[in-house]
């Protein structure tokens, strides 16, 4: 794994070369504070909370997280640095890892950047810290989620616009799992365990239960394995693909 | 030294690599020819690490391409087809990324692109982000990676292929100047590029093995080898005098030229110098072919594809 950290710098220093990072930061911040303010009714509730900056993340997750995941294989594959990058000496995983996680980290960083909300918050009432703690970590965490979703999509085209919709289509699927848009498609055909199981993937309903506070194990449990299955799906969609 | 043993590949039901095997030692210039869609690259991508083989396999100084890919690709260095780079890196930035994951660190990180950059001339572009250099400049930085780690043998895909004269000329003397003491395995189309450059050469078609020689020695399979070509004015009457030497097979012309085969029997040019003194024909050109590679090389892959 000593090659995962020489991955994870040399995608960070691609996004910051291009114009990439910038407009991703500037406008997941502009649309987090859009949302937060006009949809959120952040003031006009009185309550000292950030329920209605997070109550949004999904929706501004499904599509910026597919449109900074899509490039993540496709580009390589189109202008065929993955072949470099793949004969250098580094693992498949060492890749698949390295991208993922400077991706996840970039989030992580424009996720960071809306504190400025937490600080108002704090000006304006006695909100509980520990809930908007817990609330960031469960957005972070479905960030990733969508986010491994997209990387492994995008391993599977060259075409980076095919990538963003496959990504954004199965991120909706994952999103609304829990609703019944989804379950009916299902429930001709499939025993209720197994419709129960499909509900439980959504992730909806797992980051609600984040953002309200409860921390539970089984909750950032489910997006780790989420994150895990679609990074091994990933490294099996890339040595298939790679040739082609 | 590197050693292919029955390398084969197949996508779907097309074989593109079919049991090719061979050995290189170190100081050769290994020139692989084939038209396109021959298996060239596809030989290479195996070499390096990058495909899978369907079956059989490579060792490379010992290092089996499939038990032990990453030692293997640890003595390579590699130039993919069209010299793919990171192209909104700085040519700084992508060499130490790739001195990075050669395992690099610190004083020996920098010491190493230094002596690369040094090497390939190029210290005037060395903040400049990559997409913006013109295609030589990107051929060098493609070079300059592959040599970084000093490795033992270099796989090269078509490094000359789309350059100007002068940076073909450029890239080939570096090439040369590369090769001692390494195995260097380049790819290429370009016929006269084998001849300038390798000091073996492998004729691929189909993904099989067609011929495997030294230049001379596929020059020697033209049929134009020791051939003698004049240019004069009365070519009729030349060919048939020319045409019953003892020393010549048969006559031919073309375009304006005249061209005579050698039987075999005795010194053809010699008896041609003779012959036209002796008639005194006023011959604006002669000339001893050493042999055709276009030639050779058709020859040998139809050949093959009827075969």
């Known amino acids: ?44 509730r009185e309550i ?23 490039r993540l294989w496709a580009e390589e594959r189109k202008s065929g640095t993955v072949e470099l990058l793949l004969t250098l000496p580094i693992t498949a995983t060492e890749a698949v890892l ?30 509980d810290n520990g809930v908007i703690v817990a609330a960031y970590l469960g957005s972070w965490l479905m960030a990733g989620g969508f986010l491994a979703i997209s990387a492994c999509l995008s391993a ?86 790679k040739a082609e | 030294m590197i050693k292919a043993k029955s390398l084969s590949r197949h996508y779907g039901p097309l074989v593109a690599v079919d049991r090719l095997s061979f050995e290189v030692e170190p100081g050769t210039i290994l020139g692989f020819l084939g038209p396109n869609g021959a298996g060239k690259s596809t030989t290479m991508k195996m070499l390096t690490g990058f495909l899978e083989p369907s079956s059989g396999t490579a060792e490379i100084f010992g290092h089996d391409i499939r038990s ?61 982000s990559i997409e913006t250099l013109s295609k030589g400049f990107k051929r ?60 073996r050469a492998m004729i691929i078609a189909r993904g099989r093995l067609l011929a495997d020689d030294t230049p001379a020695g596929l ?7 020791n051939a003698v070509t004049l240019v004069l004015d009365d070519l009729q009457a030349a060919a048939s005098a020319l045409g019953s030497l003892p020393e010549s097979r048969e006559v031919e012309i073309r375009r304006g030229r005249l061209t005579v085969f050698p039987s075999g029997r005795g010194d053809l040019f010699e008896a ?3 012959t036209v003194r002796s008639a005194g024909w006023s011959v604006s050109q002669i000339q001893l072919e050493s042999g055709r590679l276009d030639e050779v090389f058709r020859t040998v892959t139809r050949t093959g594809e009827a075969a």
């Open chain 1, 1 to 44: 794994m000593n090659n995962l950290g020489v991955v994870l710098r040399r995608e960070l220093a691609s996004y910051f070369a291009t114009p990439v990072a910038y407009v991703f930061i500037v406008i997941y911040l502009i649309m987090s504070a859009v949302f937060t303010f006009y949809l959120g009714g952040f003031f006009e």
């Open chain 1, 48 to 70: 000292a909370d950030l329920e209605p900056f997070f109550r949004f993340h999904p929706w501004l997750y499904l599509f910026l997280v597919p449109a900074i995941g899509m």
């Open chain 1, 98 to 127: 390295g991208k993922f996680l400077a991706a996840w980290l970039f989030i992580g960083l424009a996720l960071a950047l809306t504190f400025p909300i937490w600080i108002t918050v704090n000006v304006l009432g006695n909100p």
């Open chain 1, 156 to 241: 599977a085209t060259r075409n980076q616009v095919v990538a963003f919709i496959l990504a954004v289509v199965a991120c909706f699927v994952f999103l609304l799992s829990g609703l019944p848009m989804v379950l009916d498609v299902f429930r001709g055909w499939l025993p209720q365990a197994m419709i129960d199981g499909i509900g439980n993937l959504s992730f909806l309903v797992h980051f609600t239960s984040i953002s309200r506070g409860v921390l539970d194990l089984r909750d950032v449990l489910y997006f780790v394995l989420v994150i895990g299955f679609w990074l091994a799906a990933n490294r099996i969609v890339l040595e298939r693909k």
């Open chain 2, 68 to 128: 032990a890919s990453l030692a293997a690709r640890r003595q390579l260095g590699y130039l993919p087809e069209g010299a793919p780079l990171y192209g909104e890196l700085s040519v700084e930035r992508f060499l130490r990324f790739v001195g990075e994951a050669r395992g690099f660190r610190g004083d020996e990180l920098i010491q190493r692109v230094g002596s690369a950059v040094e090497r390939l001339n190029l210290a005037e572009v060395l903040g400049q």
């Open chain 2, 140 to 199: 060098r930085v493609g070079i300059a990676q592959a040599i970084l780690h000093d490795p033992p043998a270099l796989v090269l895909d078509e490094p000359t292929d789309g350059l100007d004269p002068n940076q073909k000329h450029e890239v080939r003397q570096l090439i040369r100047e590369m090769a001692s003491e390494r195995i260097m395995i380049i790819s290429t189309h370009i016929l006269e590029e084998v001849d300038a450059l390798c000091t």
């Open chain 2, 219 to 225: 020059l020697a399979r033209s049929r134009y080898h």
């Open chain 2, 272 to 274: 041609v110098t003779r």
